[in-house]
């Protein structure tokens, strides 16, 4: 039996996003943090996270088609605080496009503290990222995160996921408190979220 044609309003999106992420991931690989936009469970998992009752701004790093983005939004995050740093251009049309009242900066995620020079209002009640951290040598995940806490409100998140199963930044960090969750199994691939917080 044919899906009504509002389901199939529905599905198409998500459809559309996963052949954005193929493409993009077959042009450039190692950009990309997965092949497909994060499933709704892991992006569920990230955005919980987040202060919703604060007015401060949430960066997300390589928020891609926005998957993440629709979990913070649906969570109660304000669209006005967000800001979206993604490097890829299209991405950047599209979630300016689907969250026109958030921050889009197009900009390199791993050069942060150029990339946020000037942009935000206030020190960020949380970061988010989805970038492939665990392809960049370790001393350019280290340098990410001294960055994102330089934005940062003290004791503020920074959000991790990664497919590996080990923690994409040491968890033994001198000055930085860390956590992560139970295996997203549900995910394709199963996912973990790590958040690490300066104390």
């Known amino acids: 039996m044919p899906l009504p044609s509002s389901a199939r309003a529905l599905k198409k999106p998500r459809l559309d996003d996963e052949?954005?992420?193929l493409r993009s991931w077959i042009e450039k690989p190692l950009h990309m943090g997965a092949v497909?936009?994060?499933g709704?469970?892991?992006?569920r998992t990230m955005a919980h996270y987040v202060d919703t009752n604060s007015d401060a701004p949430v960066v997300e790093l390589g928020p891609g088609t926005g998957a993440i983005t629709s979990a913070l939004v649906e969570r109660g995050v304000d669209q006005k605080r967000l800001v979206l740093v993604e490097y890829n251009p299209g991405f950047?049309?599209?979630l300016r496009d689907r969250y026109p009242?958030?921050?889009?900066?197009?900009?390199?995620a791993y050069r942060l503290r150029d990339t946020l020079w000037n942009v935000l209002s206030a020190p960020a009640s949380a970061v988010v990222s989805g970038l492939p951290l665990v392809t960049k040598p370790m001393l350019t995940r280290l340098r990410l995160i001294r960055d994102?806490?330089?934005a940062l409100a003290p004791g503020a998140p920074f959000v991790q996921f990664t497919y590996a199963v080990v923690p994409p930044i040491p968890k033994s960090l001198p000055g930085v408190s860390t956590e992560a969750s139970e295996r997203i199994w549900m995910n394709l691939p199963p996912a973990r979220v790590w958040v690490y917080r300066k104390d």
């Open 101 to 108: 009242q958030a921050k889009v900066v197009q900009g390199d």
């Open 19 to 21: 052949v954005r992420f």
């Open 148 to 150: 994102a806490f330089t």
């Open 40 to 43: 709704k469970l892991l992006a």
């Open 92 to 94: 950047c049309a599209l």
């Open 36 to 38: 497909m936009p994060s």
